[in-house]
């Protein structure tokens, strides 16, 4: 692997429950991310996948500073930004730059999209002079594929899928080295959805950008991510390459969001495998002992209520190179392809 | 036939002039069949199964042609209290916010109960056994302890069984299913498209999937209408359609989504956007945006051509677009 420009150890942000007004008390903490570690190379896109409530877009947060983490490091080109304030915090968030779900909450419907795309120039003057930041937003607008001469309008007279590309082009503003983007592309319709997926692959190669791309749409992180890791209830429970985990999973939650999606195949639906999960998924204020996944899990033993399965290679693969050979915090994992190949 | 539905026309009135959202519409469903009616947002898809079920906010909406005939009836020329007895004990809708078509300050026990207090003029104790026996049904845990609790009590996706269970109370004959699993996380999805697929298939209901999730169609449906602008562009017994798309909106659908099975190709977008339904383009509503677009297609308004029994395109073209 290529350098990593960004390296994540045992994030941890824990929300404080407290009791009483005059004197609070804590009595307990939602766990919203418990432990979360991974590397991001130069370049590359780390897909990031997991249900409403596993700390993805806390996580997300995280990374471009808008949350602290209770404990935990993120270092950036080897230092740990989570320490940093002042001077020092600024440069750095001018390299990790967001890209919000929302198209509609994450403009200001007061601002002209100029000013919106501006905006970052006004922090960080030492990007664009004064005098050059109309021509610099005319030219991101033009990357983005919006008109140029759009520049003096409101939000409210674009649609959805224009609206994400102004947002993806104020986080380009700032010619950031990592794009954080948390579910850019759930809010838009399906026929533009291709549209926003096709720039943010271009705009990679272009400005050889590092992505984190959040989402709970297993089939489009596959199509933009190099790497995926699988989050579950504040945890990673599985990090690999792209065919690792979606053609070789080993962990037992990866198999069966996988086996849950629909594929868009009718003749799939007879000789496809697929495994349904009874219940929903734990609160993140009281986790379940040991292995979190353990309540919902076909395989689970004694042992997981006891023992935290660590993300690591499984001990049956850890000899062996094939495609099964990488981290998953299972104590029973065992590869099981649940995809389909091309069209069965 | 269950329901039919012919030349069907809705438009509503805004500030900026008039919105023809359902532009002669034409589907039907039979029992035990399962129509999903598929569409990006503003194809009118919701709007039509809003007004069979005759729940259209009437102004600004209105109801300009057209017939729906269920069981022969046309509910069209029923009086409203008439109508009023057919929705619910005879068809019934789920709806994609559970969180948000839920009373929240009413137990879920009493709404479930209210369908058998209302309509078929049970006790409230015989109601509460009723509820009971639903929330059983529809596999809640623990119904008896759970059935005095509030909507904010339970979890997503034991709202929705919620609102399926309030759905199935009377044993209707149609379901119409607006997005009924679209809020929910992946794992819970399947588990309640499962528990609808099994009911359905248990009571031989008539349902309508809408949906914008080619996906889901391809697990649960039978035959498949595609709306854009208003109309029906191509309807086709769902194999078909994914093996050979006969309408260049539906092929531009298919190629433009990212697949679990396959890594990334650059994706097939469809260029522009929906058009506004105030000043949809004149002829082909999809000319704008499409890659066979001719002369013809910006004059005249494609008919539904039949590609093959039970198959229908709405393209000059579609010989072209089935072949490749």
């Known amino acids: 692997m290529a350098e990593a420009i960004l390296e994540v150890r045992d994030l941890v942000k824990h929300y404080p429950l407290t009791q009483g007004i005059l004197f609070k008390k804590q009595i307990g903490a939602v766990k919203a991310v418990d432990g979360v570690s991974f590397d991001l190379a130069a370049g590359e896109t780390l897909g990031i996948v997991g249900e409403s409530g596993c700390g993805k877009s806390t996580v997300a947060k995280m990374l471009v500073n808008l949350e602290r983490p209770t404990a935990g490091q993120i270092k950036y080109k080897g230092e740990d930004i989570t320490t940093m304030s002042g001077r020092a915090l600024k440069a750095v968030r001018r390299n990790i730059q967001m890209v919000f779900q929302d198209p509609y909450t994450s403009l200001n419907p007061r601002m002209t999209v100029g000013d919106i795309i501006g905006e970052p120039y006004e922090i960080h003057p030492e990007v664009a002079p004064k005098g050059d930041r109309r021509r610099k937003v005319q030219d991101l607008l033009d990357v983005v594929g919006l008109n140029p001469e759009y520049i003096n309008r409101y939000p409210h007279q674009f649609s959805g899928g224009q609206r994400q590309r102004i947002g993806i082009a104020r986080g380009l503003a700032l010619q950031p080295e990592i794009i954080v983007a948390d579910e850019p592309v759930s809010a838009l319709d399906v026929s533009v959805q291709a549209q926003v997926v096709n720039l943010l692959d271009r705009l990679q190669s272009e400005f050889s950008l590092s992505y984190v791309f959040i989402a709970h749409d297993l089939s489009i992180v596959r199509h933009i991510s190099d790497r995926v890791g699988v989050m579950y209830l504040g945890r990673v429970v599985e990090i690999g390459r792209d065919e690792e985990i979606y053609d070789h999973p080993t962990h037992p939650y990866t198999q069966a969001l996988l086996s849950a999606v629909p594929l868009p195949d009718p003749s799939a639906r007879k000789h496809r495998e697929r495994i349904i999960l009874t219940g929903d998924v734990p609160s993140p204020a009281n986790p379940p002992s040991g292995c979190t996944f353990r309540t919902r899990c076909w395989k689970a033993q004694e042992r997981c209520a006891q023992e935290v399965p660590l993300l690591a290679v499984p001990a049956e693969f850890r000899l062996t190179e094939g495609p099964a050979h990488h981290p998953s915090a299972c104590h029973f994992a065992e590869e099981k392809r649940v995809v389909p190949t091309e069209s069965g | ?324």
């Open chain 2, 1 to 324: 036939m269950l329901l039919e539905v012919r030349d069907l026309q809705v438009e509503f009135k805004t500030r900026d002039g008039v919105a023809k959202a359902v532009n002669g519409v034409n589907y039907s469903v039979d029992a035990g069949e399962t129509l999903a009616v598929l569409g990006e947002s503003g194809s009118g898809k919701s709007v039509t199964a809003q007004a069979v079920m005759g729940i259209l906010d009437m102004p600004p909406g209105r109801i300009a042609g057209g017939e729906i005939l269920f069981q022969g009836r046309d509910l069209l020329k029923l009086k409203e209290d008439e109508r009023r007895k057919v929705r619910g004990s005879e068809m019934a809708m789920i709806f994609q916010d559970a969180l948000s078509s839920l009373n929240p300050v009413l137990s879920v026990g009493d709404q479930l109960s209210e369908m058998f207090t209302v309509h078929r003029g049970m006790s409230r104790k015989e109601g509460r056994a009723k509820a009971v026996e639903l929330m059983d049904r529809v596999r809640i845990p623990a119904a008896k302890e759970r059935v005095g609790q509030y909507p904010h009590q339970f979890s997503g996706g034991m709202r929705q069984r919620i609102m399926i269970a309030m759905a199935l109370a009377l044993e209707p004959s149609l379901i119409i299913a607006d997005e009924p699993t679209t809020a929910l996380d992946v794992t819970v999805q399947a588990q309640v498209m499962d528990l609808l697929a099994e009911l359905q298939r248990e009571l031989n209901m008539g349902l309508i999937l809408i949906t914008h999730d080619l996906g889901v169609v391809a697990d649960v449906a039978d035959k498949i209408a595609v709306m854009y602008a208003g109309r029906i562009v191509e309807q086709a017994p769902v194999h078909d359609i994914y093996k050979a798309p006969a309408h260049p909106y539906t092929k531009g659908l298919l190629e433009s989504i990212p697949r679990l099975d396959q890594k990334g190709r650059e994706l097939y977008a469809i260029k522009g956007l929906p058009p506004n339904l105030m000043h949809i383009p004149p002829g082909c509503a999809f000319n704008p945006r499409c890659p066979m677009a001719r002369d013809v297609c910006r004059s005249e308004v494609p008919p539904l051509f039949d590609v093959a029994p039970d198959r229908q395109s709405a393209c000059f073209f579609w010989k072209e677009t089935l072949d490749g």
